[in-house]
């Protein structure tokens, strides 16, 4: 009979990245499972287009207080029959469909009665990658092969690409000011560089990529015109990335991207650093004091040993 196992990741953008070897360590696991990925919009298509999973279901948020779509969401968690499941939000929501699963399912997390508990009191004080690791090996998974990151591909035949260029990624959440790295700053670093850049980020971004543009005139304005799956096919093919703590440095990072990330003292680097083949942490408080110059030399070491 086949093992139906279920994976929870909902979010955010940078944790879904780094579930990416979880993500490979559970298939490697279960080679002959059918597994499903629990998780919400924004990351089904990268869930899709992986090979980890035989299905995704993007529903995985429902409204607390829409009672219709809790009760169909109780339904569809309990009708497959799931054997296992993995909990790698591990969030007092997604620790509360245990028991929208009944208690048939091993479960791997921190719900109270889970079979394979994390229950390490100093979990949060680990790094993402090793405390999801230390989680699946209470539950049995010992190997963690590198993620092959092939498919992490998408037409680029709308973009106008240099033989050789960089991506700047400037912008971080709204809520979170203090990890951006003043996009004056970014501007400073690309007139001094060899190569054209390619600013990504959202449409918000725009006005950060102008200012980049305007210091630096051979640099590619890529806001608000790509997919998660087109920022990885992007990073595959750069000579560097640089950006602050957020989501797509985190996907320039493990697609192989030699990638510098900018840290201030708004997140800590030990607990949430990009992680990939080729990563350097460059981190300043406060971080719009930190010199263009302290961040190109950063730039030139990492890609010396790269």
């Given at each position: 009979?086949?093992q139906?196992?279920l994976?929870?990741?909902l979010?955010?953008l940078?944790?879904f990245?780094?579930a990416f ?5 559970i298939?490697?696991?279960?080679p002959g499972?059918e597994i ?6 924004p990351?089904?298509?990268?869930g899709?287009?992986s090979p980890?999973?035989?299905q995704v279901?993007?529903?995985g948020r429902p409204?607390?207080?829409d ?6 969401f109780a339904?569809k968690l ?12 591990t969030s007092s929501?997604?620790?509360?469909y245990r028991?929208?699963?009944?208690r048939g399912p091993?479960?791997?997390?921190i ?8 229950d390490n ?9 090793e405390?999801?690791r ?5 539950a ?5 092969p590198v993620?092959?990151m ?5 037409d680029?035949?709308?973009?106008s690409?240099?033989?050789r260029?960089?991506?700047l990624?400037?912008?971080?959440s ?11 700053r970014?501007a400073?670093?690309?007139?001094q560089l060899?190569?054209?850049v ?19 005139p051979?640099?590619l304005?890529?806001?608000g015109?790509t997919?998660l799956?087109?920022?990885g096919?992007l990073a ?6 640089i950006?602050?703590?957020t989501?797509p440095?985190?996907l320039?990072?493990?697609a192989g ?6 840290f201030g003292?708004?997140s ?5 650093a ?5 990563v350097?942490?460059l981190?300043?408080a406060?971080?719009?004091?930190l010199?263009a110059?302290a961040v190109l030399?950063?730039l030139s070491?990492l890609?010396a040993?790269?």
């Amino acid at each position: 009979m086949t093992q139906r196992i279920l994976v929870i990741k909902l979010s955010a953008l940078g944790d879904f990245i780094q579930a990416f070897g979880p993500f490979a360590a559970i298939r490697a696991h279960h080679p002959g499972a059918e597994i499903t990925l629990l998780t919400t919009p924004p990351f089904a298509p990268l869930g899709r287009r992986s090979p980890w999973f035989d299905q995704v279901w993007e529903d995985g948020r429902p409204s607390w207080g829409d009672l219709p779509a809790v009760w169909r969401f109780a339904r569809k968690l309990r009708y497959p029959g799931f054997d296992r499941v993995y909990d790698l939000q591990t969030s007092s929501r997604s620790s509360r469909y245990r028991w929208l699963t009944g208690r048939g399912p091993e479960w791997s997390g921190i719900a109270p009665g889970a079979s394979h508990r994390h229950d390490n009191p100093a979990r949060d004080r680990m790094h993402t990658v090793e405390r999801q690791r230390e989680q699946l090996r209470i539950a049995g998974i010992t190997d963690f092969p590198v993620p092959d990151m092939a498919w992490l591909e998408s037409d680029l035949s709308a973009f106008s690409l240099p033989s050789r260029f960089g991506l700047l990624i400037p912008g971080a959440s709204p809520k979170h000011p203090g990890k951006r790295w003043p996009a004056e700053r970014y501007a400073a670093l690309a007139a001094q560089l060899d190569c054209p850049v390619a600013v990504l980020g959202g449409k918000a971004e725009q006005p950060l990529a102008e200012t980049i543009r305007q210091a630096a005139p051979a640099t590619l304005d890529f806001t608000g015109r790509t997919d998660l799956l087109q920022i990885g096919a992007l990073a595959r093919r750069a000579a560097f990335a640089i950006g602050n703590d957020t989501g797509p440095t985190h996907l320039a990072a493990i697609a192989g991207c030699p990638t510098l990330a900018l840290f201030g003292d708004a997140s800590n680097p030990e607990l949430c650093a990009p992680r990939g083949p080729a990563v350097a942490v460059l981190r300043h408080a406060p971080l719009a004091d930190l010199p263009a110059e302290a961040v190109l030399r950063a730039l030139s070491s990492l890609t010396a040993t790269g």
